[in-house]
């Protein structure tokens, strides 16, 4: 079974999103959890070589927003590990450009790695 490893700094992101619409909160979550059913839901993002870092968009209804202008959710299914990792979590117009979102994930990874290294 696959599980979800959630990564601090993942975590501080959530709880940002969360202040901002809490109405979503526990949908949210569910669909994050979801992820570990079926992690290659998600579109596979370019330029990460063999990791499978994915995108996965996500409607907020209770805002009336669709999957067009709701939330990014990228995450990275390491096969290995049998494990989803969410790296960020943002609203589609909260980044200007496609490089902003590339050096946060590569930022969120090595993060990862070095609390991982830390364990």
Do not use: C, W
């Amino acid at each position: 079974m696959t599980t979800v490893g959630y990564p601090e700094s993942f975590q501080k992101h959530l709880k940002r999103l969360f202040k901002k619409f809490p109405k979503s909160k526990k949908r949210l979550s569910n669909e994050i959890e979801n992820l570990a059913a079926n992690p290659s839901q998600g579109d596979v993002y370019p330029g990460f070589g063999g990791m499978e870092v994915r995108k996965a968009r996500l409607a907020l209804s209770e805002y009336n927003m669709g999957k067009r202008k709701g939330l990014r959710l990228i995450y990275l299914f390491i096969v290995l590990k049998d494990k989803v990792v969410p790296l960020a979590i943002y609203q589609k117009n909260q980044y200007a450009a496609e490089d902003e979102i590339r050096r946060m994930i590569i930022d969120r990874i090595k993060e990862i790695a070095l609390e991982f290294e830390d364990r």
